[in-house]
Nanobody, 124 residues
């Protein structure tokens, strides 16, 4: 069982930055790929970014490339999502998720463990 807790809820103006963190309560965190997903009102949950255990070759959805950066610290069991140049369309509930795998997946169904989610609001 993996417990995930997100932190970094915030309200920011367009063009601003926010940093989200995901902390995992598990002894073998390095065995898990971790993804960040988001869900805006009346929209489906979508993949935002993901990282493998060794933090090589992270993946991003096209809409955040060049603006968001995912990174992890296995010694601290954390994965962070640095979000820059935020846009109103980035407003959503952001959740981190983990899967016992060497590979990142963009599919919601491929993740076994989820955090409770944290609200990010970008005002225009």
């Amino acid at each position: 069982q993996v417990q995930l807790v997100e932190s970094g809820v915030g309200v920011v103006q367009a063009g601003g930055s926010l940093r989200l963190s995901c902390t995992a309560a598990v002894r073998t965190f390095s065995c898990y790929a971790v993804g960040w997903f988001r869900q805006a009102p009346v929209k489906e949950r979508e993949f935002v970014a993901g990282t493998t255990w060794n933090d090589i070759d992270p993946r991003y959805v096209d809409s955040v490339k060049g603006r968001f950066t995912i990174s992890r610290n296995n010694a601290k069991n954390t994965v962070t999502l640095q979000m820059n140049s935020l846009k109103p369309e980035d407003t959503a509930v952001y959740s981190c998720a983990a899967r016992y795998s060497d590979y990142v997946s963009s599919r919601v169904a491929n993740y076994d463990y989820w955090g409770q989610g944290t609200q990010v609001t970008v005002s225009s």
